[in-house]
């Protein structure tokens, strides 16, 4: 027979050396919660394994994390005190903006990147600024560059906007440049999708709307050609990395995004996609070798990244 594929594929060794993909340690971006308070590490419910941490708690988990090879981290906030305008998100001594500086004090190299949105600081639990039940897309603008600003002052590396208003991705440049932090880059929300995946995220952070939905601003999980457009507009406005968010049904943008643009890929793999399979590997329900070859799938698709709530136990089995 000419032609006997299974040559290949013999045994363990033959199989890692022609395989195709790879997952890296430096791919993983872990998602870490901060909290207000002091002296806190408590258990998120709706997330089996993850946790929030004051403060004055980030030493253990970025030593775990350097410890198993993990670079890079992206904030989520979890402040007191919530407003209408988010005004906890801009703070200079906001929960955020005093990580990123607990985090530089312990390692000034670890990689650390800033969720700039207004859900978790907000009263209502959206992403901007509201007028009666619209969210401005334009007022909302100023507010993400004040974010983005407050977030480079405190020393962040990477700034990540998340509430898909349009222009924020310019808008953000702009304002940054004109700070004089033109080395912090934007790792842009490029497609981010109204999808059913978000669920446990939302109760981890505490940034579900009050009212109604956010399918005005992000975008209808129907549309391809749409997250192109989106895709395309971002990277016309300077960002420098495209997240796709979710990722484990959207590998069909990922390749998208990977083969019309020459910027790096993140796949956003969300909450409820850490939840599906963690909790069908305790049950015994799939083995759980399903998670690397859920994460491999992304980088198949074309991510050169992953947010991942297992970055800590696929780095341990890298």
Known sequence: MKNRMRRLRLNANIREVFAETSLRKE??????????GVNEVEE???????????VDRLDEVIKELKDLGICSVILFG??????????????????????????????????VIGDVCMCEYTDHGHCGILHGDYVDNDETLNY???IAVSMAE?????????????????KIR???????YINVSIMSYASKFASNYYGPFRDAAGSAPSFGDRKQYQMDYRNKKEALREILSDVDEGADMLIVKPAMAYGDIMKLASEETNLPIVAYSVSGEYAMLYDAVANGLVKEDIIMET?????????????????KYLAERL
């Open 154 to 170: 405190a020393g962040v590396d990477i700034v990540a906007p998340s509430d898909m208003m349009d222009g924020r991705v310019a």
């Open 27 to 36: 791919d993983l971006i872990y998602p870490l919660f901060v909290k207000d």
């Open 44 to 54: 998120i419910k709706s997330l089996k394994g993850q946790k929030q941490y004051t």
């Open 78 to 111: 979890v402040p007191e005190h919530k407003d209408a305008c988010g005004s906890g998100a801009y703070a200079k001594d906001g929960v955020v903006q005093r990580a990123i500086r607990k985090i530089k004090e312990i390692d000034k190299d670890f990689i």
């Open 174 to 180: 702009e304002a940054l440049d004109e700070a004089g």
């Open 144 to 146: 993400l560059a004040k």
């Open 295 to 311: 994460m491999l799938s992304f980088k198949r698709a074309g991510a050169n990244l992953i947010i991942t709530y297992f970055a």
